[in-house]
């Protein structure tokens, strides 16, 4: 069955650095664009950044640009996002996306002093 | 940026009952590049609709959606026990990908 599975969230300090990761399965990863989507403790949803199943066309949500790169290797199904100058409203539970379908349980970053 | 306004903020019924959700885009959805998730406490969003009228796999045919262009709605002809959750909607036809602020469907 389709799996997404995040990991790398966790504590940091305002101004350091995370990457997360997600692998993929039960799927032909190559062939869907994926995202990451975050949600804030208690807040709705909000897109972060795409990547086609190619990797050639990337976007960012204004809030994360020139902070966050969002990169995939097919040949190991894998999506990655590296987080860097966080802040305190970069904290919440960050998902991956395949395409509009697919939805791993997320992993938490948290932002804090 | 498409903005996604959902209503009402909250829903209150009784199970049996019929659901009704809004959700209008400050400008047109193209090709009705509309879904709605399904989110219950500690959980990821679930889809449920693409294309504004098509239900995801799995989905029951009590989940139905409608509309084009600017409003569109998410009808839930009987709820069920389970159905009570936050319901959001997306446009995914232009970028940024952007999302209703969310309805909570709760029991009366």
């Known amino acids: 069955q389709v799996q997404l599975v995040e990991s790398g969230g966790g504590l940091v300090k305002p101004g350091g650095s995370l990457r997360l990761s997600c692998a993929a399965s039960?799927?032909?990863?190559?062939?869907?664009?994926m995202s990451w989507i975050r949600q804030a403790p208690g807040k709705g949803l909000e897109w972060v950044s795409y990547?086609?199943?190619?990797?050639?066309?990337?976007y960012y949500a204004d809030s994360v640009k020139g902070r966050f790169t969002i990169s995939r290797d097919n040949a190991k199904n894998s999506l990655y996002l590296q987080m860097n100058s966080l802040r305190a409203e970069d904290t919440a539970v960050y998902y991956c996306?395949?395409?509009?379908?697919?939805w791993g349980q997320g992993t938490l970053v948290t932002v804090s002093s | 940026e498409i903005v996604l306004t959902q209503s009402p903020g909250t829903l209150s019924l009784s199970p049996g009952e019929r659901a009704t959700l809004s959700c209008r885009a400050s400008?047109?959805?193209?090709?009705?590049?509309l879904a709605w998730y399904q989110q219950k406490p500690g959980q990821a969003p679930r889809l449920l609709i693409y294309g504004a009228s098509s239900r995801a796999t799995g989905i029951p045919d009590r989940f139905s959606g409608s509309g084009s262009g600017t409003d569109f709605t998410l009808t839930i002809s009987r709820l069920e026990p389970e159905d009570f959750a936050v319901y959001y909607c997306?446009?995914?036809?232009?970028?940024?990908?952007?999302f209703g602020q969310g309805t909570k469907v709760e029991i009366k």
């Open positions: 400008q047109s959805v193209s090709s009705s590049y």
């Open positions: 996306v395949a395409g509009i379908d697919y």
């Open positions: 997306q446009q995914y036809g232009s970028s940024p990908v952007t």
């Open positions: 990547i086609s199943s190619s990797g050639s066309t990337i």
């Open positions: 039960g799927f032909t990863f190559s062939d869907y664009y």
